[in-house]
């Protein structure tokens, strides 16, 4: 029914912008040989949202016109995971959202969500870079019709919470704080000596509001886009888990393409990264103003009061279900070898 109602809702939209396109653009749209649609969950002024923009631009100039991208943010099309499912089927051509809400799915990419697998932006860009790790994931995602295009960054995840300050794991005891469906996340969180509850992103400001819970784990610019900086005043800068905004390709469609096609879409991608990374950068600044000067406070760790998180951080590594020689290569690539 949920793939019923969200083709439906697919085929309305693209009717929709389909006229809108041809009213406005007239040539333009005839010269396109190839339409590509692709759904985001994120509002049009996020930083996400403007990368895939970028990514629409480029492919426009790289193919001369020949391929367009439709851009649909804000949910227009569905929940990440109601568009990942349409991917899936091939009744979409690119979906994305939070990579923890491909779990669903695949767990293709939990690697990547061990809880301190990465130090920095740095280690994880090498990841995203490296044709090892992406070969390695696509083989996974080919699995379940999926393909991995590209993954802009949401950043670390820290600790946020309402009213009673944190600073060490035994400071967790009691809190009840918001979870995605990332198993990875939830096993975060308990290891800490939080209880993990999970919350629907749309439902979490009235959670935080009602004290359903006492708080989250996001990093600033999550954080401030959806204004809980109102509600939430203290955070322990610890950086404890990564998660993305991952675009894929329904492997259906993916194959219809030509060569020139695919090498476009893939090119595109690549530099659409690049792009997001230096606004990511100055939108985290800017969030991070925002949620000081609305009152909240941010505690950094010393490198020993940090490593007593990354102890038991790590605990959760041996039940992932993430195999070892994965997590190696990980590393590795981190490492930049």
Request: hydrophobic share 40%; net charge neutral; with cysteine.
């Amino acid at each position: 029914m949920l793939l019923k109602k969200l083709g439906k809702s697919l085929t309305v939209a693209a009717l929709s912008s389909a006229c809108f396109l041809a009213l406005s653009t007239g040539n333009a749209v005839a010269k396109a040989e190839f339409t590509v649609k692709v759904a985001n969950v994120m509002a049009p002024s996020h930083d996400t949202s403007k990368a895939v923009d970028y990514f629409a631009k480029l492919v426009a100039e790289k193919s001369d016109g020949k391929i367009k991208i439709q851009h649909y943010p804000g949910g227009q099309l569905g929940s990440d995971k109601e568009t990942y499912d349409a991917a899936q089927q091939g009744m979409l051509q690119i979906a994305s959202g939070s990579s923890a809400n491909l779990v669903t799915i695949t767990r293709a990419f939990e690697v990547l969500h061990l809880p301190f697998i990465f130090d920095n932006l740095d280690q994880v860009h090498n990841v995203l870079q490296s044709k090892k790790v992406k070969d390695h994931i696509n083989a996974d995602l080919a699995d379940v019709g999926l393909r991995w295009l590209f993954t802009f960054d949401y950043g670390f995840r820290d600790i946020n919470t309402s009213e009673k300050l944190v600073k060490s794991p035994a400071d967790m005891a009691g809190l009840k704080i918001r979870a995605s469906r990332s198993p990875l996340e939830l096993a975060g969180v308990k290891a800490f000596g939080g209880s993990a509850v999970t919350v629907d992103w749309p439902e979490v400001y009235n959670a935080l509001r009602f004290k359903v819970v006492d708080g989250e784990a996001q990093p600033f610019g999550t954080l401030v886009s959806a204004r809980h900086q109102e509600i939430l005043h203290h955070t322990v800068d610890v950086d404890w888990q990564y998660y993305g905004f991952v675009g894929v390709i329904s492997v259906k469609q993916w194959e219809k393409y030509p060569d020139w096609v695919k090498e476009t879409l893939e090119s595109a991608a690549k530099e659409a990264e690049i792009y997001h990374r230096k606004i990511w950068a100055e939108e985290d600044a800017k969030a991070k103003e925002i949620y000081l000067k609305a009152g909240g406070d941010i505690t950094t760790l010393t490198p020993d009061e940090r490593a007593e998180w990354v102890k038991l951080g790590k605990t959760t590594w041996a039940d992932s279900g993430v195999p070892q020689a994965t997590i190696d290569l990980v590393l590795a690539a981190a490492a930049g070898k």
